[in-house]
T-cell receptor
Framework: GESVGLHLPTLSVQEGDNSIINCAYS??????FIWYKQESGKGPQFIID?????DKRQGQRVTVLLNKTVKHLSLQIAATQPGDSAVYFC???????????FGTGTRLQVFP | DVKVTQSSRYLVKRTGEKVFLECVQD?????MFWYRQDPGLGLRLIYF???????EKGDIPEGYSVSREKKERFSLILESASTNQTSMYLC?????????????FGAGTRLSVL
């Protein structure tokens, strides 16, 4: 079927290397951020989140960095594996709404 | 684990048909959302609901309506399907606690309108 990622920026990394996926957000009032992973044929899955009172948060093999000064968010994946191949979305939220605003996504391709 | 279930993975409909997309969540979440996802456009919000029988328009509500008669179920309705509604449709739910707004998604329904 048609891929959701046909027109997406793509990051290609070698298996075992670290990956960094970047996201610029738009609303300076946003105070909560989420990274999602979407594999082909599946819905987005929650990976990690961070609040605006933090600069960095770590999970299992993933780290999210937040730079509020330049409104930039990044997702770092350590020791990238073939199973990490997917489209990655950032999402932002401000405290007075339950809605999320999603970025357009980045496709991560992992090659052996 | 949160489970959001969309009733169909693939649907093929004809122009002018009335189409129902069903979504059920099992975590007693207050909020439910319908998005469409198209290449290069990301996720666009169609409608969302904060509670039973409550609904609010998202960014692209034209041509769609929704129904939420029970807390766990949120239906998206295409009153008269058109070819430009061919897309991937994603349902999501969240707790409604503003402190933590993680949305949990279903697997999606790929709709083709011929």
């Amino acid at each position: 079927g048609e891929s959701v990622g046909l027109h997406l920026p793509t990051l290609s990394v070698q298996e075992g290397d670290n990956s960094i996926i970047n996201c610029a957000y738009s609303n300076s009032a946003s105070d909560y951020f989420i990274w999602y992973k979407q594999e082909s044929g599946k819905g987005p899955q929650f990976i990690i989140d961070i609040r605006s009172n933090m600069d960095k948060r770590q999970g299992q093999r993933v780290t999210v960095l937040l730079n509020k000064t330049v409104k930039h968010l990044s997702l770092q994946i350590a020791a990238t594996q073939p199973g990490d191949s997917a489209v990655y979305f950032c999402a932002e939220n401000s405290h007075n709404t339950d809605k999320l605003i999603f970025g357009t996504g980045t496709r991560l391709q992992v090659f052996p | 684990d949160v489970k959001v279930t969309q009733s169909s993975r693939y649907l093929v409909k004809r122009t002018g048909e009335k189409v129902f997309l069903e979504c059920v969540q099992d975590m007693d979440h207050e909020n439910m959302f319908w998005y469409r996802q198209d290449p290069g456009l990301g996720l666009r919000l169609i409608y969302f609901s904060y509670d039973v029988k409550m609904k609010e328009k998202g960014d692209i509500p034209e041509g769609y309506s929704v129904s939420r008669e029970k807390k766990e179920r949120f239906s998206l309705i295409l009153e008269s399907a058109s070819t430009n509604q061919t897309s991937m449709y994603l349902c999501a739910s969240s707790t409604g606690m503003a402190a933590k707004n993680i949305q949990y998604f279903g697997a999606g329904t790929r709709l083709s309108v011929l």
